[in-house]
């Protein structure tokens, strides 16, 4: 069965943007979140920038029940997924609670959370380690608290494939949707700006070391000097087309088609896996190169790794043959959240006719993009093409398309 | 005589159960709670778990393993910590 599935919520927490219309509204405008970290002082690190997200007080939000068992990254996807089911127009309470499943992403779980308990346990001892450890830092503990916070008792799960994760998780979620759960609570809030996050982020050698905000993170530049990484995503309300038709719900648009590959190993001549991933999603969504109008580029900032994807698209759609855009160079990196915001941007645009801009970068322009620049651009947006790929070799692409 | 002549009240218990656990949105921790199991109150086994450690750590007590799971309710703990005191 390919029963059509559609987005009918979405809930955002980035670092340009709590909220949907926060987010919205500086994302079009090109306004970026990207700055010094405060949540702890980066002066002895080599990389001192990142993409925070502002204002959120968790207890302005939940109850104080799950603030001792719970890390920044769940705090922000349980208030995000509040949001989105709100925006789905969706109390969970009228529905059976076995209609409802849980599928998000986590690149590293609850490292903040996980840090303070080690270190409780280091300088003070065992009994000093809060017995929330046992589930707070874990992989799965977005899925697991959203699904208690809302009494959401179908298929759950999480998937964990770094950056790629997050549409690895919707496409999941859209099988879940396909095998007859009706309501799927899916994407990624991921967060550890904290410095266990930060060391082990700083071992694979890819993040900007620069400490301007409006030059490190460039993206298919010839000065592209690596990432800035961010936290915060989004939680995506995911239905079958039938039964949001059914209840009237607003529609976003569908999930119309999904690729994942996995990349050679390394030093092999073989091609990398991303034109594959994309061209497996294209057929999934029977959707033609020419059909899709924007594309929500990975941009992992590091040279070699912009080049790979920007011979992929260029294999795939022509040189310069489609618009290319990556909003994340407002609000870098955010690892297995980065992909479901992409997706939700992608909806926006559908919904406003407007590709958000790519801010601070100069296009390398013997890579052959059609980059979009530091202004919005306008266009009848119908299908949007979002790439991600995670640390390891994770390929995987989605198309999203607008629903009539 | 005990040195130690503390007390285990109401008063850390309330206070402690906040730190550990928080507070259901539901119920009121100031009120008549004595009585009502923990179940109740909104405290299932990893908070008591979390509440124990909690006080052992700040009373300088050890508690059963298995006290945790037979006490059910706040004036079964209180007595339980306290008799700790008077064995002292």
Redesign the interface.
Known sequence: MTTPVVVTGIGIAAPNGLGTADYWAATRAGKSGIGRVTRFDPASYPSTLAGEVPGFVAEDHL???????TDRMTRLALVAADWALKDAGLDPKDLPEYDMGVVTASSSGGFEFGQNELEKLWGQGS??V???Q?FAWFYAVNSGQISIRNGMKGPSGVIVSDEAGGIDAVAHGRRLIRKGTPVIVTGSVDASICPWGWVAQQAAGRMSTSDEPGRAFLPFDTEASGYVPGEGGAILIMESAESAQARGARVYGEIAGYGATFDPRPGSDREPGLRKAIELALADAGARPEDVDVVFADAAGVPELDRVEAEALCAVFGVCGVPVTAPKTMTGRLYSGAAPLDIATALLAIEEGLIPPTVNVNADESLGLDLVGPQPRTARVRTALVVARGYGGFNSAVVVRAVD | MSIDTREFTLDDLRRILLEAAGADEAVDLDGEILDVQFEVLGYESLALLETGSRIEREFGVALDDDLLSEVDTPRALIEAVNRHFTAA
């Open positions: 109850p104080s029940r799950l603030i001792p068992q009994q000093f809060s017995a929330y046992s």
